[in-house]
């Protein structure tokens, strides 16, 4: 039983007194305050005032008595709801006070917006509180802050200014409450807001505005999944706590603002400190660069003086070696430019790439170390530029003594022995000759020169590096250079076609000889090896292979049928065309079949085993390829021009088949 109900008074046998349900005597000398103070008392709800009046009348008291119990009903209501209120006031200042408490001593924005909404919310008594700001850059108001919101629709709402009520309240600077959401034409409905207020099941909002000074910031709302009409006090409580909110904002903006100075203040400090240092830096290596040129130092030792003063790795590597791409790029823009962890700086003369500096492990390099690294670049290219001038006079004794052994002009062993070592080449051992030409179209007959001139200094360099002979003839240049252990005049001729190339920015061809030893005793052992070089480089033009480089072992016989002007596409094309055609469009494997067949001594049963597939799949491609190429494709002679076809298709694109 509710400790608001009343229960009917018994009538004691005696006396002037009666009990009634409050526990408290009602006596006859009219004082019917008494039953009320009571309830005032302990609290009790409003309908428990309305039983003494219904007991009184119960009882047939005195109509006196019962107005008088009426007039006291009235007047203890009253007292009770100021009583309501005030409480309800301490409990809003207790609230405020406490937000401004938490506003003071603001270390978590997040938290102090999300205890305000909960407060809101809880003092309101309303389902649910939010609290949107605006974005300037999008031009409307996004939701920040919920509290009681079971819809995830809702919680992601943005509201275009004007749309909604909230849209309404941040575009006016005003209060807006409404007792029904959809029924409500004072505002902008859209579907998407529509939407969420309904996925919400929102009724009744009241939003008030966030200012700023003039401006608003965002909306602080309360609102129920019931009609409810808000009061004044009520609206007036919810733009305190929007004022609170708004301080909050404005105190973490401030906050952020002056932890931003202070940090960009400090990043500004460790700037100047750095650059201090970096300029001291600088200044250290210019004078060690000047006093490594004035004392004659070689590109390694400004690469050791660099490493030094940048704190790192610098390495000096010639063209062939550095990162082709970065390598390009820095000697396009003329600065130092990134790959991956490392700095890459072009040594580099008259638009001839003489190698590279590489600083290694400094991905984040300052940009006046980066000037720093630049500058050693151009003293080293001074420095190699130097070394040239004073190299070029041993460049033409080079070239003179492979002119002498082309030529066969001098037979002395024993000089030519002695001419090699004083340039550091040693005739004993095993070499390959190597014939190089540019490729490429050219402007004019100048040009061609200056072109021709570049590539016979790459390879005076590259044979002077690789202790060989270099000289220019017949329009390209040629080179005596060693073989290594494990190398093969293949691997040769490619990597000097690549370093080459790099070295002068162009396509270069280079076809090599097989090894030759013993060049001391047989100079004219080069004169042979270098018209062999001559039938691979031009082998290699008719095959298209331009700026590749190839040895006579890649050749055999072909080689010496290659010599000479021949329509080696035009051969092919009328000899197979139709089966590379077929192949192509159909991504067949009719041409792997005919060389395993062919190889396989035209047996269709090892050649099924080569291929590794059924006898009945060869029988079927043989027979595709007779109807391409003619039912006597396997008479002698035109198994041999299919042969010889197939070969010079195969070393016209090396690695297809």
């Keep these: 039983m509710s400790r608001d109900h009343v229960q ?28 009320y103070l009571a309830l005032l008392a302990r609290d009790a709800s409003v309908e428990a005032y309305e039983q003494p009046v219904l007991l009184a009348r119960a009882g047939a008291q005195p109509a006196a008595r019962i107005a008088g119990l009426e007039q006291a009903k009235l007047l203890a209501l009253r007292v009770r709801s100021e009583l309501e209120g005030r409480r309800r006031r301490e409990a809003e200042l207790s609230a405020l006070f406490e937000t401004a408490h938490d506003l003071a001593g603001l270390r978590d924005l997040d938290a102090v917006l999300q205890a305000i909404v909960q407060r809101a919310r809880s003092l309101l008594g309303t389902d649910i509180a939010y609290l949107s700001l605006n974005d300037p850059a999008r031009g409307d108001t996004y939701m920040r802050v919920t509290e009681g919101s079971v819809s995830a629709r809702f919680q992601q709402l943005r509201l275009g200014m004007g749309e909604g009520l909230g849209g309404l309240v941040a575009q006016t600077a005003r209060p807006y409450v409404t007792d029904d959401y959809f029924q409500d034409s004072r505002f902008q409905h859209t579907l998407a807001i529509d939407a969420g207020v309904r996925d919400e099941g929102l009724v009744a909002i009241l939003g008030v505005p966030l200012m700023l000074g003039p401006h608003v910031i965002g909306v602080l709302f309360a609102a129920d999944r019931r009609a409810r009409v808000f009061e004044r006090a009520q609206i007036a409580l919810l733009g305190s706590f929007a004022a609170l909110a708004a301080a909050a904002i404005d105190t973490a903006n401030l906050l952020t603002e002056t932890r931003s100075a202070l940090a960009e203040l400090e990043h500004a400090t460790e700037i100047i400190r750095d650059r201090s240092a970096v300029i001291e830096r600088a200044s250290e290596v210019h004078d060690r660069l000047a006093e490594l040129v004035l004392r004659g130092g070689g590109v390694h030792d400004v690469a050791a003086a660099v490493s030094q003063v940048l704190d790192g790795t610098v390495e000096f590597t010639e063209t062939g070696t550095a990162p082709a791409e970065a390598l390009k790029a820095s000697s396009t823009e003329g600065h130092a430019v990134p790959h991956g962890a490392d700095w890459i700086a072009a040594v580099a003369a008259g638009g001839e790439l003489l190698g590279a500096l590489v ?28 070394r040239r001038s004073a190299a070029e006079a041993e460049q033409r004794v080079r070239g003179e003594l492979l002119d ?21 080449a040693d005739l004993d051992a095993t070499h390959v000759v190597l014939a190089a030409r540019l490729d490429g179209p050219t402007a004019d ?24 002979l270099a000289a220019a003839r017949d329009g390209g240049t040629v080179l005596l250079l060693p073989l290594g252990t494990g190398d093969t005049a293949t691997d040769l001729a490619r ?36 018209a062999e070089g001559r039938r691979c480089l031009d082998a290699l033009h008719l095959l298209g292979r331009s700026g590749d480089g190839a040895a006579a072992e890649d050749f055999g016989f072909l080689g010496l049928l290659l010599a000479g002007e021949r329509d080696i596409g035009g051969f092919v094309e009328r000899t197979i065309g139709p089966v590379v055609a077929y192949d192509e469009r159909r991504g067949t494997d009719l ?42 494709w396997q008479t002698p002679s035109r198994a041999l021009e299919i042969q010889l076809a197939l070969r010079l298709h195969s070393l016209a694109a090396p690695g297809r088949h």
């Design 495 to 530: 990597r000097t076609a690549r370093d080459l190339g790099t070295a002068v920015q162009q396509p270069v061809t280079v076809g090599a000889s097989a090894p030759v030893t013993d060049l001391a005793a047989h100079p004219d052992t080069v004169a042979a090896a270098y």
């Design 404 to 424: 002498d052994l082309l030529d066969a002009r001098d037979r002395d062993p024993r000089l030519l022995r002695e001419r090699a070592a004083r340039l550091h």
């Design 591 to 632: 041409l792997r079949t005919l060389d395993a067949y062919f190889a396989c001594a035209m047996s269709p049963a090892r050649t099924k085993d080569t291929l590794h597939v059924h006898v009945n799949t060869v029988a079927q491609r043989l027979e595709r390829v007779g109807r391409l190429l003619g039912e006597d």
């Design 8 to 35: 009917p008074a018994e009538r004691p046998a005696t006396g002037n007194a009666t009990r009634n349900a409050t526990g408290v005597s009602d006596v006859s000398d009219g004082s019917a305050e008494v039953p």
């Design 445 to 468: 007959a100048e040009e061609e020169a200056a072109a021709r001139r570049r590539l016979w200094s790459a390879a005076s360099h590259l044979a002077a590096t690789r202790h060989g």
């Design 359 to 386: 600083l290694r492990g400094h991905p984040n390099l300052d940009p006046v170390d980066q000037r720093t690294l630049e500058r050693a670049a151009m003293v080293t290219s001074l420095l190699l530029l130097a």
